[in-house]
């Protein structure tokens, strides 16, 4: 009964390949994330969904495209793949947002990415 | 330059030895402020947070939050093996419209190893 998971947990692919990564929550929270986790462990937020509504986009390709179908699930689709790609993204959950703070975010396990 | 700075270490310790993980801030809008620890191949987990200045003590770790110098450390006492991780410290500051907290600034994080 993990409360945050990934599929896949790794994933090894060509450039120029389109991927999707997919983030399942089953701790009733309004809020998911995605995150990217480069080689030197450097973690940076790149969307945010409240309610299944994207809150935060940050400055990442438009190659990579949020979606989600309900606000317990978010998946992240990569087109046209680039090593720079290579990374381990997060998913993450949390209760809600813009209550005063402190909301606590629960990790996945993450999916570790090879871009050949 | 980073918003958060973080030294990347790695840090090393025998057991039973205090240990003090920092990191440094430039965004003075941040007002919470988080530790969050990672095992290897795992998502990170929160361990602490804080809002504003001040201290927080919980077992064997204490939060510390220095808002004037924009300087919060962790201290782990009493370190055990079973501490070795990834310390990443976490801060987050209001949207625009001053309600979302969910956009956390992760720093690099710290390996500590702690040797029997």
């Known amino acids: ?116 | 330059q980073k918003e958060v700075e973080q030294d990347p270490g790695p840090l090393s310790v025998p057991e039973g030895a205090i240990v003090s993980l920092n990191c440094t801030y430039s965004n003075s809008a941040f007002q919470y402020f988080m530790w969050y620890r990672q095992y290897s191949r795992k998502g990170p987990e929160l361990l602490m947070y804080t809002y504003s200045s001040g201290n927080k003590e919980d077992g064997r770790f204490t939060a510390q939050v220095d808002k004037s110098s924009k300087y919060i450390s962790l201290f782990i006492r009493d370190s055990q093996p079973s501490d070795s991780a990834t310390y990443l410290c976490a801060m987050s500051a209001p949207n625009a419209g001053g309600t979302s907290y969910g956009k956390l600034t992760f720093g690099q994080g710290t390996i500590l190893t702690v040797h029997p």
């Open chain 1, 1 to 116: 009964d993990t409360a945050v998971s990934q599929t896949p947990k790794y994933l090894v692919t060509q450039m120029g390949n389109d991927k999707s990564i997919k983030c399942e929550q089953n701790l009733g929270h309004d809020t998911m994330y995605w995150y990217k986790q480069d080689s030197k462990k450097f973690l940076k937020i790149m969307f945010s969904y409240n309610n299944k509504e994207l809150i935060i986009n940050e400055t990442v390709p438009n190659r990579f495209s949020p979606k989600s179908p309900d606000k317990a699930h978010l998946n992240l689709h990569i087109n046209s793949l680039e090593l720079g790609d290579s990374a381990v993204y997060f998913c993450a959950s949390s209760q809600t947002i813009g209550t005063g703070g402190g909301e606590t975010q629960y990790f996945g396990p993450g999916t570790r990415l090879l871009v050949l």
